[in-house]
């Protein structure tokens, strides 16, 4: 099953660094999640997240995170939590 949490906002290809605006509930280190877009169909787990360089373990609504991303992902691509 999946929930909507957020939306891409912006990518940095060189360091495959995502930043997802957190738009519902939460999302923590060690989530799966599921990032769809256009061009982007993938799950992941998080492994670290950071808000201005310092790392955070979780990312509430309206947070925008920074998060390490295995493949590349585009602005606007929908981001999914996957739960059990």
């Known amino acids: 099953m999946e929930?909507?949490?957020g939306i891409i906002?912006?990518?940095?290809?060189k360091?495959?660094?995502?930043v997802?605006?957190?738009?519902?509930?939460?999302?923590?280190?060690?989530d799966t999640i599921h990032v769809k877009g256009k061009h982007s169909d993938f799950?992941?787990?998080?492994a670290s997240m950071q808000v201005?360089?310092?790392s955070v373990d979780v990312a509430k609504k309206d947070d925008e995170?920074?998060?390490k991303v295995d493949q590349p992902v585009h602005e606007h691509d929908e981001v999914y939590l996957v739960t059990e």
């Open 3 to 5: 929930k909507k949490i």
């Open 9 to 13: 906002t912006h990518f940095f290809g």
């Open 15 to 18: 360091i495959n660094v995502a």
């Open 20 to 30: 997802l605006k957190v738009t519902e509930g939460e999302v923590k280190v060690g």
């Open 43 to 46: 799950s992941q787990q998080i």
């Open 52 to 54: 201005e360089h310092n």
């Open 65 to 67: 995170v920074g998060l």
